[in-house]
């Protein structure tokens, strides 16, 4: 059983920066892609990013390519996820989720694992 753990949301400024953080424990975490997803007030979950299990393969949704950057850190048990050029549609919860899959990622992935989600607003 994996626990994920996310950290780093707040609020910002339009324009702003955050870097989200999320903490894996319970197995082996390098056996696992892992992917970001968010949800805003009155909408479903959306996928927003993923990597693959060494950091080689990654994969985004459309509207924050090149703003958004996901990475991991094997030694440490962590993604991460840098935000850039917030925009207040960026307002959302940011859910973490853990894929057992050794592949590259060209798509969004599956969670068999989730965190219990980070907030993050982006104020106009």
């Known amino acids: 059983q994996v626990q994920l753990v996310e950290s780093g949301g707040g609020l910002v400024q339009a324009g702003g920066s955050l870097r989200l953080s999320c903490a894996a424990s319970?197995?082996?975490?390098?056996?696992?892609?892992m992917g970001w997803f968010r949800q805003a007030p009155g909408k479903e979950r959306e996928f927003v990013a993923a990597i693959n299990w060494n950091g080689d393969s990654t994969y985004y949704v459309h509207t924050i390519k090149g703003r958004f950057t996901i990475s991991r850190d094997n030694a440490k048990n962590t993604v991460y996820l840098q935000m850039n050029s917030l925009k207040p549609e960026d307002t959302a919860v940011y859910y973490c989720?853990?894929?057992?899959?050794?592949?590259?990622?060209?798509?969004?992935?599956?969670?068999?694992?989730w965190g219990q989600g980070t907030q993050v607003t982006v104020s106009s």
């Open positions: 319970g197995g082996i975490f390098s056996i696992y892609a």
């Open positions: 989720a853990a894929q057992r899959s050794r592949g590259l990622v060209t798509g969004p992935i599956t969670g068999n694992y």
